[in-house]
T-cell receptor, first 109, second 117 residues
Framework: QKEVEQNSGPLSVPEGAIASLNCTYS??????FFWYRQYSGKSPELIMS????GDKEDGRFTAQLNKASQYVSLLIRDSQPSDSATYLC?????????FGQGTELSVKP | DTGVSQDPRHKITKRGQNVTFRCDPI?????LYWYRQTLGQGPEFLTY??????LEKSRLLSDRFSAERPKGSFSTLEIQRTEQGDSAMYLC?????WGQGKNSPLHFGNGTRLTVT
């Protein structure tokens, strides 16, 4: 079992729709969770961090955390073609972050 | 805040050669990380420093890889006797230290793309 698992995709949604990205993790003691966006050929950039169970909203993005189920998700509302990228889930493990393999999102005009 | 800076951006080398990469973190950040990323995969943890101390190194990391952060500021990553399998994007990131078991976000540099021929 991988430490952080994501569906690799690609996930394709029409412009204006909600994109839902999911991530599960194996380390029950993890307390820090992050979503990064990575455009092709670029480095990861932070979208959201979440530390407590529940929802956290920032503009069109909502992160959801369920520690009991060891599950983190990211919702992107009103998806735009510029949201087309790979989305990386990262989980804190000790002093470092462990990343999933990423989910490729394609938003079709 | 000038961000995390990495040099060079690209490096092409022949198999068997040694290469060294440099990373300058965000100045007020005391943690510095090295990750490696290949196509279609997420970043893979290599090692990290808190100030000048190397606190963790991946068990999967070959002894051909070594990293230093001599004065707690910039860091170098050296790969000796490069192999074609070392071809990847090498990412540096920095962060602050938080307490209570929580991690602060990592801020990534633009990466160094290594091609071993």
């Amino acid at each position: 079992q991988k430490e952080v698992e994501q569906n690799s995709g690609p996930l394709s949604v029409p412009e204006g729709a909600i994109a839902s990205l999911n991530c599960t993790y194996s380390d029950r003691v993890s307390q820090s969770f992050f979503w990064y966006r990575q455009y092709s050929g670029k480095s990861p950039e932070l979208i959201m961090s979440i530390y407590s169970n529940g929802d956290k909203e920032d503009g069109r993005f909502t992160a959801q955390l369920n520690k009991a189920s060891q599950y983190v998700s990211l919702l992107i509302r009103d998806s735009q073609p510029s949201d087309s990228a790979t989305y990386l889930c990262a989980v804190g493990q000790g002093g470092k972050l462990i990343f999933g393999q990423g989910t490729e999102l394609s938003v079709k005009p | 805040d000038t961000g995390v800076s990495q040099d060079p951006r690209h490096k092409i080398t022949k198999r068997g050669q040694n290469v060294t990469f440099r990373c300058d973190p965000i100045s007020e950040h005391n943690r510095l990380y090295w990750y490696r990323q290949t196509l279609g995969q997420g970043p893979e943890f290599l090692t990290y420093f808190q100030n000048e101390a190397q606190l963790e190194k991946s068990r999967l990391l070959s002894d051909r890889f070594s990293a230093e952060r001599p004065k707690g500021s910039f860091s170098t990553l050296e790969i000796q006797r490069t192999e074609q399998g070392d071809s990847a994007m090498y990412l540096c990131a920095s962060s602050l230290v938080w307490g209570q078991g929580k991690n602060s976000p990592l801020h990534f540099g633009n990466g160094t793309r290594l091609t071993v021929t």
